[in-house]
């Protein structure tokens, strides 16, 4: 009765939701409380509780908290990078004050552990291009790379004056088959593979040789369940850890894919995310994480694209 539970705000998110689906498998479907502001209509976490959260309204996470004797929060609610650039506002209210609600629980003695995901997109045009260490200058360009740096800092903050156990990542782009793309600047690499299965040529927002990091949705929660399973003595950031897998530009993506459908084509029309894309880093060094909680990535492109079309072929 009293056994600690797991809330996942945003769990109907690219990453969200199958992040809820592989902590029921380890953890048993009634431990692992899915939330979202929106509701689950294609039934994708039915099999254990959800409920509907605004991630901005304290009172609502509280009530579910309390209600379920929650001992841990993942954070995975957030406006994503080229829709900020449409709702900066917005985008800053969300992936700010969602966050401040749960650190300010946390320091409140509601909550014990947090997941907060960052993003590469806190670099900017002043970051090196290859091998990011990490740190580094970031100084973001963007709304949602703004929004994330300051995100980190509060992580930081948090942790240094109240004890706050908040640890985060900084993801590249998720390349999942689970959800459809989610207004992010790397989500030409999920909805290129939707094209090639459905037999559809692929019209890409950025330019041929645009390279970018990029990881697998499986390692992005191997990572994740990670960090989150290490002793906390053993984290030696907290603002957010580099994270690493691979990185590729739209052509090498096409051209793997090609393998298994010769006759899918590509054309490129470069968009207002382009522009998001050039200020960001080609690779990461993530020698931190490997060092303090043994991370190894095991997707390479190759092996990330045979996994996606095998996916989506179902």
């Not at 004056?161 to 993801?171: E, K, M």
């Not at 006759?263 to 960001?280: G, K, M, N, T, V």
Request: glycine share 6%; hydrophobic share 40%.
């Amino acid at each position: 009765m009293n056994q600690k539970k797991i809330l996942i705000l945003g769990a109907l998110g690219q990453i969200g939701s199958p992040l809820t689906q592989k902590l029921r498998q380890i953890y048993g479907n009634e431990l692992v409380i899915a939330s979202d502001i929106k509701h689950d209509k294609n039934n994708r976490l039915t099999d254990g509780p959800f409920e509907l959260i605004d991630a901005t309204n304290y009172q609502q996470i509280l009530n579910s908290i309390k209600r379920h004797n929650v001992d841990t929060v993942y954070l995975m609610a957030a406006m994503l990078s080229a829709t900020s650039e449409k709702h900066p506002e917005k985008a800053w209210n969300l992936n700010l004050s969602s966050l401040l609600n749960i650190l300010n629980l946390a320091k409140a003695g509601y909550v014990k552990t947090i997941f907060w995901p960052s993003s590469i997109a806190v670099f900017g045009p002043t970051t090196p291009k290859e091998n990011v260490p990490q740190q580094t200058l970031m100084e973001p360009t963007s709304v949602y790379g703004i929004s994330k740096a300051a995100g980190e800092d509060w992580c930081a903050y948090y942790h240094n004056n109240f004890g706050v156990d908040v640890r985060s990542l900084r993801y590249p782009g998720i390349i999942s088959w689970q959800s459809l793309p989610g207004g992010g600047t790397t989500d030409y690499a999920v909805d290129i593979f939707h094209k090639a299965v459905k037999g559809q040529p692929f019209s890409c927002f950025l330019e041929a040789r645009t390279k970018l990091p990029m990881m697998y949705i499986d390692d992005a929660l191997e990572a994740t369940i990670k960090i989150m399973n290490c002793a906390p003595k053993k984290l030696t950031v907290r603002t957010s850890y580099n994270l690493s897998a691979i990185s590729f530009t739209p052509e090498e993506i096409f051209n793997s894919i090609r393998s298994y459908y010769p006759l899918f084509s590509i054309e490129y029309h470069p968009d207002f995310r382009q522009s998001i894309a050039d200020s960001w880093p080609n690779s990461i060094n993530d020698f931190q994480a490997r060092k303090d909680w043994g991370w190894e990535p095991k997707f390479n492109l190759q092996e990330l694209t045979k996994a996606m079309i095998e996916h989506l072929k179902l």
